[in-house]
């Protein structure tokens, strides 16, 4: 069996290798993956400043062509002359700002500032359209715009985020002269970041310090994380930021999101202003990912190698049957065929030599049987020395046993204090077959033991017949219908202890061994005029006997 369990032990070898292949090969792919997202995300994040570029630029450029109206350079260049500034010059310039807003196409701005020379504010449209004559001069961008600049900014007012650009109103005639300023207000929110991640399978949300402005899904984010990763990029340029930005799990209900954060220039950024690109965590694969995400396409000809598959199974099958049949197969045939020519009497024992390994092992396990068989069979069939001492003729031959507690006398009287020698005994041939003439006079009993009274000496008796076998005495047949309740006890000791040496019982039945234990306790009593035999099981020489022992009367 060494070549089997060599193949079988590469065979699991393989196995493990590759269950360990496949169970390692997820993890690399893995990371490879995330790596990938966290790419993705940062491309993303940069994606989205442009837009947000291109969107300022667009905003700039509305807020120029909203300046350059006639109607609203007179009414800023009249307002700049006025000392005061009155409600209804206010209401006539909310008018003129209001037609004009009305007349842009697209993306309408969410509010807009009039401003004269002097910074002051003329009129407002929309937002808090009823305050005017505050001076908005000094704030970054309004400045700029009244010194003839064109600035975007973004700005945090009443609670949200808006996108300004400002540009300055230039009253042309025979010289150039700035009449003031506009400022075009864009507020930040759902549906503008929707638009800036329409195309890139990603989500945007807007932040200004721990408040929520926008998003393109409305997403309860931890700001905690958000907050400490925005900290970190306190040393780099904010136009960097996506490229600097180390990425952030974040759980937001019953999903993981992966987010990179960005901060918003201008004004807000004074109050913690910026924006979150986020993308679903890609679920860890593993083994059993892996299996869920094999399609049918995977599986097929062309994709996977299913010849070179079955043609290995194959060959470790053929291989494994082969080393079977050779060291276990042909064998055991051998072996189960030289057990049937011993069954039929063809030969005596196995071959040993005929046989290796294992099977010979096997083979010398039977012949050491078939020799125990054999001396049992000898021993059975020596003489009963065991009953009463030497039998003079005739046995039921040793039987081994274990010695166990003796039967109760039967009824007649208990033992006598000193046991009694032994007396013949014998088996005497059954009433169904012929008496043959006598061959012997009877053999005397036994010496009794020293210190034992001499009983007295029985009766001369017939010449008795030939001893009968083992076979032909016990262990025959015959029929007898009256059970004696002390003879049956003594044949279930005796059946009993008889078994527990591991001797065979075959064939042994109770009908005849009380037959031949009333002949014998009959030839007993004629022998030494005994009222009662008593019947005793032992054990002698490791093996079951059985003596009988004459009970006399007491007196």
Request: glycine share 8%; net charge neutral.
């Amino acid at each position: 069996m060494f070549l089997s369990k060599i193949w079988f032990f590469l065979i699991a070898l393989l196995a493990a290798v590759a269950l360990t292949v496949a169970l390692v090969m997820p993890r690399p792919a893995q990371r490879r993956y995330i790596k990938e997202e966290q790419d993705r995300l940062a491309i993303a994040c940069g994606v989205i400043d442009i837009l947000l570029t291109d969107d300022a630029r667009n905003r700039v450029d509305l807020a120029g062509t909203f300046a350059r109206a006639p109607e609203i350079v007179n009414a800023l260049e009249s307002a700049s002359g006025a000392d005061k500034l009155d409600e209804a010059r206010m209401k006539q310039v909310r008018e003129t700002g209001e037609k004009i807003m009305a007349g842009i196409s697209g993306r309408k701005p969410d509010f807009a500032m009039l401003i004269d020379r002097r910074g002051r504010v003329v009129a407002r449209v929309k937002l808090d359209e009823n305050d005017f004559g505050d001076v908005v001069a000094g704030r970054p961008l309004v400045d700029d715009a009244l010194a003839g600049y064109l600035r975007d900014d973004l700005w945090a007012q009443n609670g949200t985020m808006y996108f300004v650009s400002a540009a300055p109103v230039v009253k042309r005639d025979a010289t150039v002269s700035y009449a003031g300023a506009i400022v075009l207000g864009h507020k930040v929110t759902n549906e503008l970041a929707q638009k800036l991640v329409a195309s890139l399978d990603v989500d945007v949300s807007f932040h200004l310090g721990d408040d929520d402005i926008a998003g393109s899904k409305s997403l309860p984010l931890d700001h905690a994380k958000m907050q400490s990763a925005l900290k970190a990029l306190a040393s780099t340029e904010p136009a960097k930021d996506c490229q600097a930005s180390h990425p952030i799990d974040l759980h937001a209900g019953n999903d993981d999101f992966t987010a990179i954060v960005a901060r918003l220039p201008g004004e807000a950024a004074m109050k913690q202003a910026y924006y979150a690109v986020l993308i679903k965590r890609p679920a860890t694969r593993g083994f059993n990912g892996t299996l869920k995400a094999v399609t049918q396409s995977d599986l097929s000809f062309s994709n996977f190698p299913w010849i070179l598959v079955g043609g290995a199974f194959l060959l470790a099958l053929a291989g494994g049957i082969g080393f079977m049949w050779v060291e276990s197969d042909r064998p055991l045939r051998r072996l189960a065929a030289d057990s049937v020519r011993l069954a039929k009497g063809e030969k005596e024992r196995l071959g040993e030599d005929e046989h290796g390994g294992k099977y010979g092992s096997i083979a010398r396990s039977v012949n050491i049987h078939i020799d125990k068989l054999g001396r049992d069979a000898k021993s059975a069939r020596t003489n009963l020395d065991s009953l009463l001492g030497p039998a003079p003729e005739g046995s039921l031959g040793t039987i081994d046993l274990l010695a166990g507690a003796l039967p109760p006398s039967r009824p007649g009287g208990p033992a006598p204090a000193v046991a009694p020698p032994p007396s013949d005994f014998k088996f005497a041939e059954p009433s169904s077959r012929p008496t043959p003439p006598p061959m012997r006079a009877a053999t005397p009993p036994p010496t009794p033991a020293r210190g034992v009274a001499q009983p007295p000496a029985p009766p001369a008796r017939a010449p008795t017949p030939p001893p009968l076998r083992l076979e032909d005495d016990i262990l025959g047949g015959g029929d007898t219908d009256i059970v004696d309740p002390y003879f049956k006890q003594v044949y279930d000791q005796f059946l009993s202890v008889k078994q527990s040496c591991g001797e065979p019982t075959a064939g042994l039945t109770y009908q005849k061994f009380s037959e031949k234990l009333v002949k014998n306790r009959d030839d007993l009593k004629s022998k030494t005029g005994c009222k009662e035999v008593r019947f005793t099981v032992y054990v002698k020489d490791g093996k079951a006997a059985l003596k009988a022992t004459p009970v006399k009367e007491e007196g």
